[in-house]
Structures are given as structure tokens and as C-alpha cells.
């Protein structure tokens, strides 16, 4: 069979396919009694194909399930806007959760929530899951048996990672809150995170007593108050009319001798 015939039926089926293809699966695409491309064949025909892809919208990207084909990043703008549904977004904790799980695998939920401080939610957790990310690995030796969690091929097929070792180093990572906002993604139906809602409770409450605080201090600006010439006044009016009663009194008794 032609090279060329080998290149263009790996092209194809990577178009077709719509998920990752490694290179047993592409070496049973030629049935038998055809030409049987050995595996080098597959890798050059790979090459070459990455090659073609150089100046055009799409790559060959090789990752932890195999190769696909798949547009490239800085196309994402325009090609997104195929979807009406806005991308998901995804909150400061379950990001936390992930990267935890990722670095420190296999990990149980009480050692991640010992990192972060704060109780990981459970939809957090579910929602990993589902999506095929974490998985259970094993159960940690402790009373309780608690569930070891660790990353799986579809976590690194979707950040585009051929293994654990292209994750970037813990001293280039930047802040959650940069990342998130550069991927634009949150999940609906997810709580905020649990340190941020107790700060905003916390917070609730500290205006709260602040407001009260203000309104004591009005209602004592509003109660009226004497100056010193006026108490003075009142004293003088007090100290006559004792003297004119003390006066009355004399005149009285004058009277009755």
C-alpha cells in the first residue's frame, strides 16, 4: 500500500473518530490481507500530518489517550461562537480541589480539606466525578477507610496533557482567581466557595453591629442637652424662689406675735 494511502486513512479517521486514537488503534484500521503499516510507518505518517498542520487552524495534539486532531487555541474565539450555550465556568474551590488531587494524588478528602481549611463540598466532589476527572483509587489504611482520590486519562485529555509530568511546576502556578478568569468557565449549580461565603456571613454581621452602633450614638446626639448658662440660669431662679418661701414663712410668724 502507498505511504501516502496510510497518511491520508490516519487523517481520516482522526477526523471521523472524534476522540483520541492511539497507534494500536490505528494499526487495526488495515485489514487484513492489506498492507500492514508497521508502527513506525504510524509514527511517521503522524509526523508528517503534524507537519501539514503548521500554518492552518487545526493541530495534532498527542495526549494521554492517544492523538486527535483539534483546533487550535487561539482559534477558540471564533469557533466557539458555532454554540449558543456559554462555556462553563468553574469556582475557586473545585479548582483548588482538582489541583490538590492532581499534585498530591492519591489524596482523601480529609487531607484536602486539612490544605485548604475549609470543608470540601460535596456537589464539588459529585461534580468531578461525573465529569470523569477523579476517580477512586483506593481506600487510605485508617479507621474509617477513607476514599483515595486521583486523576484519570480524561482529566488529561481535556487540559491537553500527555501525563502528569507536563503539569507545570508548583512555583509556576499563579493564582486561582488569574486562571479562572482567563478560562472563563464555571460550573452551574456550584456553591461558592466555603471560605468566601463564611467571610461574606462574617462580614454581614460586623455591619450589622456597626449599624447599630451608629444608631445608639444618633439617639444620644438627639436628646437635648444644657449648657452651662442655662443650668446656672435655672439655679438662680431655684435659690429666689426658696428665698421668697423663706421670706413668706418670716412674715407669717411676724403676724401671729
Known sequence: MNPD??????????????????????????????????????????????????????????IASGFRLQVREDMAPWVSRL?????????????ETLALIAYRQPATRGEIENVRGVAVSSNIIK???????????G??????????????????DYFNLKSLDELPSLAELR????????????????????????????DSESNNENKDKDKDKVDADAEPSLDEDEVSADANVVESVSDEESNDSDNEETEKN
Open 83 to 95: 454554540w449558543e450555550e456559554k462555556p462553563q465556568r468553574y469556582t475557586r474551590a473545585l479548582l
Open 139 to 156: 481506600h487510605r489504611d485508617v479507621p474509617g477507610k477513607p476514599s483515595m482520590y486521583g486523576t484519570t486519562k480524561e482529566f488529561l
Open 5 to 62: 494511502i496510510v497518511k491520508k486513512v490516519i487523517e481520516a479517521a482522526l477526523l471521523a473518530s472524534g476522540k483520541p486514537l492511539n497507534i494500536d488503534r490505528l494499526m487495526h484500521l488495515f485489514a487484513e490481507g492489506d498492507f500492514q503499516p508497521e508502527k513506525a510507518d504510524i509514527r511517521k505518517a503522524l509526523t508528517e500530518i503534524d507537519e501539514d498542520c503548521t500554518d492552518r487552524g487545526i493541530e495534532l495534539r498527542e
Open 175 to 202: 493564582d486561582f482567581e488569574t486562571i479562572n478568569a482567563e478560562l472563563d468557565l464555571q460550573l452551574p449549580g456550584l456553591e461558592m466557595p466555603e471560605q468566601d461565603a463564611s467571610n461574606q456571613t462574617a
Open 127 to 137: 461534580t468531578l466525578t461525573e465529569r470523569e476527572w477523579i476517580k477512586v483509587v
